[in-house]
């Protein structure tokens, strides 16, 4: 066998070659140890970023960087494993409702998370504003959870030893023009979610102004490769367009979004939230082949019942008071009429901007910043009724927050035809 060696690798997709299973299988184990250089595998990575990859190259992309690391096997636990995956939008607080009711169902959902990071919050940043709640899980106790009938359902921090060749190299592409390739985000993700050992995954890919993937095109493209990466390993995958040009329920932010889940495992919440929350459970129950009426679990409190057993197990404390944040400011209807338009794009930025996200890893949120959001598309509004309550511990945040809500709300005559939330069904 010839001797593997990068710039032959960089060389030969630079020119719109196929790469081997053992090209493959050295570059990412020679970068996940330091032999190949940083600059080597940017090179690489700005290259796969024209030329793509095919599914077969993807495929052993995505098992490279899997055997990076550990994966887990939940395959002895008493009931079928069940995870979802979104890509990341505003006001997407849907694992909080969703992870208790599938529990509740009678499947088991681990869920490896991560923190926000820009526009669109992390799911451990909002759990974290729970008093006590702890995002460290041990393994084995993970396990015990799972396997719980009362619980069967963990959210918390994926270890370092997760997929580590993508975590390095997630990190270089985001510094190097070269997140936006659909081969790269789709074995970046699903080397991750195949690592964690579910058995069955339900992606949730968000299309829209406040999306990672702006056209219902270029979404479909990388459902389409994460269902079959999720085929090529074995773990049964159903994907789900949802729309993303309006933020998801009436609530950005950390605090903000855990209360409004609460809401919505009370019976009650903003309509899209309890949707999308039924839709998914219903694709990830029907993947674990178990058998039950998510909207009669979550309507006779079983759903809540969990989540409340969730939040325990994880050292929190479902009956503290949520963090609130020290200032408020009210954004006012500047005219008599429909709200149009709520641009999530807009409000994401207003919410980060106010202390809900982070600009670098490793910097801490506030727990009560974020944006409420009191009209929504379809809404009437009157001039001077209130639009939008920003919320911060710091009121710096206030200006730059508007600035980013400048356009972003638009009021007209005439209401707009209701918009769906769930555009497609991929797999
Ligand atoms: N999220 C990921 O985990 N990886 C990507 O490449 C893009 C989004």
């Given at each position: ?35 190949v250089a940083d600059e080597q595998m940017a090179a690489l990575a700005m290259a796969v970023v024209w030329r793509g990859m095919s599914r077969r190259e993807t495929a052993r992309w995505t098992a490279a960087m899997i055997a990076s690391g550990r994966r ?356």
């Amino acid at each position: 066998m010839t001797a593997l060696d990068a710039v032959s690798i960089i060389r030969a997709k630079r020119d719109g070659g196929e790469l081997s299973d053992a090209q493959i299988d050295w570059v990412v184990d020679a970068f996940t140890r330091g032999a190949v250089a940083d600059e080597q595998m940017a090179a690489l990575a700005m290259a796969v970023v024209w030329r793509g990859m095919s599914r077969r190259e993807t495929a052993r992309w995505t098992a490279a960087m899997i055997a990076s690391g550990r994966r887990m096997d939940f395959t002895d636990l008493p009931r079928p494993t069940v995870d979802k995956h979104s890509t990341g939008g505003v006001g997407d607080k849907i694992t909080l409702p969703l992870a208790p009711l599938v529990a509740a169902c009678g499947a088991a959902v681990p869920q490896l998370s991560g923190r926000g990071l820009g526009h669109t919050g992390g799911t451990l940043d909002k759990l974290e504003s729970l008093a006590g709640w702890r995002a460290d899980v041990p393994v084995d106790r993970m396990r015990e959870i799972l396997a719980d009938p009362a619980i069967g359902a963990v959210v918390c921090a994926a270890g370092a030893d997760l997929a580590p060749a993508d975590k390095r190299l997630y990190a270089l592409r985001d510094v190097t023009g070269t997140v936006e390739s659909i081969p790269l985000i789709a074995s970046s993700i699903m080397s991750k979610k195949i690592a964690e050992g579910t058995a069955a995954l339900v992606l949730d890919v968000k299309v829209g102004a406040g999306a990672f993937m702006k056209d219902a095109a270029a979404a479909r493209e990388l459902a389409a490769a994460m269902v079959d990466l999720g085929a090529d390993a074995g773990v049964r995958t159903v994907a789900l367009l949802t729309a993303m040009d309006t933020p998801l329920g009436r609530t950005a932010g950390n605090a903000l979004e855990v209360a409004e889940s609460v809401e919505v495992l009370a019976g009650g919440g903003p309509a899209d939230v309890v949707e999308l929350t039924l839709a998914l459970a219903r694709e990830m129950v029907a993947l674990a082949g178990v058998d039950a009426d998510p909207a009669r679990v979550l309507a006779d409190g079983r759903a809540m019942d969990h989540w409340r057993a969730m939040v325990r197990a994880q050292g929190g404390d479902p009956d503290a008071p949520l963090p609130r944040a020290e200032h408020t400011e009210i954004v006012r209807a500047s005219a008599d009429g429909v709200v149009t338009r709520l641009d999530a794009m807009g409000v994401g930025l207003a919410a980060w901007r106010l202390g809900a996200g982070r600009a670098r890893q490793g910097d801490p949120v506030q727990a009560g910043a974020g944006v409420e959001m009191h009209a929504k598309p379809g809404d009437p509004v009157r001039a001077g009724e209130p639009l939008l309550t920003l919320h911060t511990d710091t009121p710096g945040a206030f200006a730059p927050a508007l600035a980013a809500l400048e356009d972003a709300v638009e009021i007209g005559a005439v209401a707009p035809p209701p918009a769906p939330l769930i555009l497609d069904r991929i797999g």
